[in-house]
């Protein structure tokens, strides 16, 4: 798992976030989970290259994604914040 390779903007975010993925050309799956680790969403996108999720239904916090995609898995956090 690498943090390094998941990039999201801005950071923090209030509505809106862009999630790229470096090196993730096939369908992805995320899964976002609160700061005790409770799944609260889970979306699969054809692509993990770029994709925005909108966040405006989230309270301010800290949240952690988990991206899967058929090569590797990855994990950072985020931090919603209005």
């Not at 405006?56 to 090569?71: M, W």
């Amino acid at each position: 798992n690498s943090g390094n390779n998941i990039l999201i903007f801005p950071n923090p975010g209030s509505s809106m976030i862009s999630i790229k993925i470096s090196d993730a050309s096939s369908k992805t799956r995320f899964k976002i989970y609160n700061s005790t680790m409770q799944l609260i969403k889970s979306l699969d996108f054809e692509s993990g290259i770029e994709n925005y999720l909108a966040i405006d239904d989230l309270s301010d916090g800290i949240y952690f994604i988990d991206a899967q995609t058929d090569e590797q898995s990855y994990r950072t956090k985020f931090v919603v914040s209005r």
